[in-house]
């Protein structure tokens, strides 16, 4: 817990640092949308779970649940998290009908199977434990 602690005020080993950044790296930001298009196109193959979280640096609600998203992304280890930016990319988002923040779009093999729109904490939990097995 120490360490943690020491972690959040700055001071911290170069061990500290890496398993937190670890932690944090959990969500994947992207910025450009070719990198977006590369990184969806090689999860359509595959049937693990992936939480899009479209969200705006000015949406209040967003910043009130990205704790609670980081925080899912350590709790389901089997689950992918990528947070986009609907301004950065606004044809990602018009792509998959994002009219509200923050919106959660829930992906399998390339299609979406859910999607919380929201600040719903506790209905993106369920609906993550619903389809990530």
Do not use: Y
């Not at 980081?70 to 986009?84: G, S």
């Not at 998959?96 to 939990?125: H, Y």
């Amino acid at each position: 817990m120490g360490s943690f602690l020491s972690s959040l005020m700055g001071g911290s080993t170069s061990l500290d640092s890496s398993s937190s950044s670890s932690e944090s790296s959990r969500v994947m930001s992207f910025h450009s949308t070719a990198r977006w298009q590369l990184h969806f196109n090689s999860c359509k193959e595959s049937s693990q779970l992936m939480v899009v979280d479209f969200a705006a640096s000015w949406c209040g609600p967003c910043k009130l649940m990205e704790p609670a998203v980081h925080a899912m992304a350590t709790k389901f280890t089997d689950v992918e998290f990528a947070k986009i930016d609907v301004d950065e990319l606004s044809d990602v988002a018009k792509e998959f009908s994002v009219q509200a923040m923050p919106t959660f779009v829930l992906v399998k093999n390339g299609k979406e199977v859910d999607r919380v729109v929201g600040a719903k904490k506790d209905e993106l939990e369920k609906k993550i434990q619903k389809h990530r097995g």
